[in-house]
């Protein structure tokens, strides 16, 4: 059972570009999130999503928007980027509904931007 | 508002118990999660607790939960130095009937094993 995969595994961009990250959910799992980690800090949530919509959001600029496909999968884009956008992106899905609250994760993205 | 502090280091002895202690700020967090980040890796999940239990045992973890306090902790028993990660705790205020699972997290407490 294959887990949470993300791609690519670092990236590194020019200040002003636009990025592309691509996460798959883990097999039966139909929600994901995307969190942001910069060095030396703890995750920070970015958004969710759900039924391919984007349900809760964090506090991130509209820099930031992403996309689920019916298969679940999902992307996370970020235009214009700044310096601060270098970190490690962190993907996790998830089964929205009773009874489960595991949020597993991907290994991550590290994205340098220069 | 939402708020989870953690001590920043903790070292300890091969074959010792750790205790890494975390405190929460938000009253209506449902789930407490800990978290281990091992260097270049993603997070690893290993082990949440309700909000309306004080304990939880599984194999050498144990967490502690005090919900007057918001105080929440993590025994590994026996440490090995393959447990020299970084921990991190987690709240969310799921709703019980299910939801959007938001995680809080803190800063991370950086657990070095020595022998």
């Known amino acids: 059972d294959a887990g949470v995969t993300q791609s690519p595994t670092h990236l590194i961009k020019t200040r002003g570009q636009q990025v592309t990250l691509r996460c798959s959910p883990k097999s039966g799992h139909d929600t994901v999130s995307w969190y942001q980690q910069a060095l030396g800090q703890g995750p920070q949530f970015i958004f969710q999503?759900?039924?391919?919509?984007?349900?809760q959001r964090g506090n991130f600029p509209d820099r930031f928007s992403g996309h689920q496909f019916p298969n679940y999968s999902s992307e996370l884009n970020v235009n214009a980027l700044l310096l601060g956008d270098s970190a490690l992106y962190l993907c996790?899905?998830?089964?929205?509904?009773?009874?489960?609250?595991?949020?597993?994760f991907g290994p991550g993205t590290r994205l340098t931007v220069t | 508002g939402e708020d989870v502090e953690q001590s920043l280091f903790l070292s300890v002895r091969e074959g010792d118990s750790s205790v890494i202690n975390c405190t929460y700020t938000d009253s209506s967090s449902t789930y407490l999660y800990w978290y281990k980040q091992e260097p270049g890796a993603g997070l690893q999940l290993l082990t949440y607790?309700?909000?309306?239990?004080d304990m939880k045992q599984d194999q050498r973890l144990t967490v502690l939960l005090n919900k007057k306090d918001k105080h929440l902790s993590l025994r590994i028993a026996d440490t090995q130095t393959g447990d020299s990660a970084i921990y991190f705790c987690?709240?969310?205020?799921?709703?019980?009937?299910?939801?959007?699972?938001?995680?809080?997290f803190g800063a991370g407490t950086r657990l070095a094993v020595h022998p």
């Open positions: 607790i309700f909000s309306n239990m």
């Open positions: 987690a709240e969310s205020s799921t709703p019980i009937s299910g939801g959007y699972n938001k995680l809080i």
């Open positions: 999503y759900y039924e391919e919509e984007e349900r």
């Open positions: 996790a899905s998830s089964i929205r509904g009773f009874g489960s609250r595991q949020q597993y």
